[in-house]
């Protein structure tokens, strides 16, 4: 499809490849123009449109808020109608959606740890703030209108549906999406309605929330009882998840942090954006700039997860006890690669390949089996319900056989008294079954065995899904890596000094050479050497007296024993005024010079490679080793249910068939696990002496009654407080 020909200021645009198209119109590049683009309106009612954009334009907000999309200039068709607008182009930003999904992140940020995140949110509320300084309003606010760079500066888009203020003129914004809309503009026709800065204020909130919580929208939760609502009723309703100060009978996702906990002022402003009592004064997008700058000088790295970062002061690591609680990994090692990530060359002289190497091959690099996840050892684990009902089961049924012909020898006695010996006989049978300890009907162990063997199965994909994950793969492939660039180097090295010593086992013939190669046959006047023979000899190389010799004259056509006798004798005579020159000279220099050259071009990135390379490989071994020590939520999960299937196999002496032998992973010792909320003895603390015990409150949050907890880590650490009896599907807390 060929663009079509625009105007701006009464210049013809160059318009380049399409670069986006959505419900309102298309946006194309500009040729010999990298800053700005070209939106083109295909909307039925483009021309009504016109003064929005040209006031925008007048009003020069593209400077006033360079953080945002705004209309540069207008731009026409060749008939002279409204087009569209040139606006700046944001090249090298993506969807704020790509940072704060973890699977997105990832692919999209991999560098990203939380500090960044929390600095993207910090200048999302910046871009916000200048938008409101020019007396617009965002209005439809939404995670794909919302652009997040790779250095974590933010830029909006989208600008010219913002409403907008020029004087008497209003010009409003006719859309929104219910997630981010306030609960008082909920189910509203939007088109009519003047946005306020305080309406903007609670879908910034949202967006400031998803991006610090890992794409959690706030009133999203686990629903306690009936079904759960649709997310615009909850917004509609004020159901704000996390608050601390109302039961919305919904509880948090799993693994999320207890707001208060995590950053008491992220809470108190997150309650002012979401709670009712708060519309008309929500936190400013000035006032969040400020709270966000605050939290990330607040944010340290996790002792137990060097890839984590959170305040410093609370109680636990938020991430560890989700990445925990969901079996999955929020960040991730980044090992940058490509061009640029090795470029220290220490030189020729500073380099000696031994040394370089010795302290590659200090560096322990364990085999898969030497590798092992760290499993806690927990209380072994006995049979399962459902392999003690089978077992049950087994001895049940002799037991109502033993029991029927106990019976049935009464009966008889009774029925026919001289028949007493075989009542007495049919009476023993039965007391025999019901004591006997022999051998049993065979359990059909199937179900428990194929368990056993899935259970195994799965635990091998994932040791081996692990491995990958913690870096080991990663460790042995710059190993490998390195060890082929040393074997290049090598090979180089002994080139060079192959080379160098060639040339001066060579230097008498080359210098000899050199001397030939300033007779040329073209001017030798040599009899029977016209042109015409110049030309053929010169199609097979020869040219000068130094490429004369019997043997290569032989293979040129035409030339009989006469000519290449007089050919030879030319060379011969030139050659024998020749005079070897044993002291180095210039022709030396120039001759190493070259064979350097070449040597050097292979050389230098090499060195490159090992330097760095030895620093890399220390730090990719710190790195699995650290993260090898670290519990794997996944590989517990998956060891809990292999060691549950092979108990259930030995309870029930199941045998296991030789064909599906059974892995084994050590077992290191445990360390001291630290729950993700520190829980005192259930007696709590004893009341102070005559005065009377106090009664426990309910859960601000559920209503269920809360138990006496100790903090031991925090800001609060040695101090008492509240925490629900529902704990960890509810994270209500109160002060003791």
Known sequence: MTAPQVIAAGKTVALGRLIGKGGEGEVYAITGDPNHAVKLYTTPDRLSRKDKVSAMVKSDLATRAPLAAFPVSVIQFKDGSFAGFVMRLMSGFRPVHELYAPGSRKQHFPQADYRFLARAATNIARAFASIHATNCVVGDINHSGILVSEKATAALIDADSFQFSDGSAQYLCRVGVPEYTPPELQGKALRGIVRTTDHDAFGLAVVIFQVLLMGRHPFVGTVRNGDIPPLHENVRNFKYVYTESRNVGMDQPPGTPSLPDFSPELARMFDRAFLQSSIGRRPSANEWVTSLERFESTLAQCAENPLHYGPRDASECAWCEMEGQLGTFLFVPHFPSGPGTRQVDPGRERFDIEIIWARIERVKIPSPEELQPR?????????????????????????????????????LVLAAPEAWLLSLILAGIGLSNLGSKGATPAIDGTRFLRELLDAQNQWNREIEAWRRRVGHSDLVSLKDELRVARQKFIAARDEEHRKISDYKTERYDRQRSAYLENFDIDRAGIKGIGQAKIAVLSSFGIGTAADISSSRLKAVPGFGDALIGRLVAWRQAHESRFVYDASSNDADRREMARISSLVEAKLSPLRRTLTSGAHELEQRARRVQEFAQREDPVLISVHRRLMQARADVGFLNIRVPNSAPLGSVSMPSPRASQPGLPQAPQSSRSPTQGQSPRVAPSCPRCGSPMRQRMARRGRNAGSYFWGCSRYPRCKGTRSA
Do not use: C, D, N, Y
Request: glycine share 14%; net charge positive; aromatic share 6%.
């Open 375 to 411: 499993i806690p050892q927990s209380a072994t684990h006995g049979p399962s319900e459902a392999a003690i009902q089978a077992k049950e089961v087994k001895f049940k049924g002799r037991s109502v056989i033993g029991v029927a012909l106990i019976v049935a020898g009464f009966g």
